[in-house]
């Protein structure tokens, strides 16, 4: 093959190679729900939930009028992030708890919570040794977005240090 064709040929290749590196994976609905989200602690109103599985990363995107609102959760290392539309890029979530009683999981305080009874299931089944019994869980995440610190029920009025 000439000197030309195989240079041809690379850059053909490296440029395809980037390509599907570049392209997103392709996602799998696991479900989309019809029920109630607020925001900034203000009262619940209508929304969709979106849950899409891109392997290692799923997206739960939460529809409110005309607001949207994403939290991707990594599964290794396990971390949560928002999405920030402004900003374009993912942020951190400073914490999260769920309310299995109320099927209610709530984002950073209650910037966002929403009544999501299909991802409060699936925490269950995953992971019944720790979660059987449990009512309230919450969860603080480091800068990075890892968790480093939890606390479940009565244990979450404890103050650690």
């Known amino acids: ?90 942020e951190t979530l400073q914490s999260a708890s769920a309310r299995f009683s109320a099927n209610t999981v709530c984002f950073n305080g209650r910037d966002l919570c929403v009544v999501n009874p299909n991802y409060l299931n699936s925490v269950q089944e995953n992971r019944p040794d720790l979660m059987t019994g449990r009512d309230l869980v919450r969860v603080h995440f480091d800068s990075s977005g890892r968790t480093n610190a939890s606390c479940y029920d009565d244990g979450c009025d404890l103050v650690l240090k």
Request: charged share 20%; proline share 4%.
């Open 1 to 90: 093959m000439p000197q030309k064709a195989i240079v041809l040929f690379s850059g053909a290749l490296a440029s395809c190679a980037l390509a599907l590196l570049a392209a997103p994976a392709c996602a799998e609905l696991l479900y989309k729900l019809s029920t109630r989200c607020s925001l900034a602690g203000a009262d619940p109103q209508a929304c969709t939930v979106e849950a899409e599985d891109f392997g290692s990363v799923t997206l739960y995107r939460h529809r409110i009028g005309a607001v949207t609102k994403t939290i991707r959760v990594t599964d290794s290392p396990l971390k949560m992030e928002l999405y920030n539309a402004e900003r374009k890029k993912w």
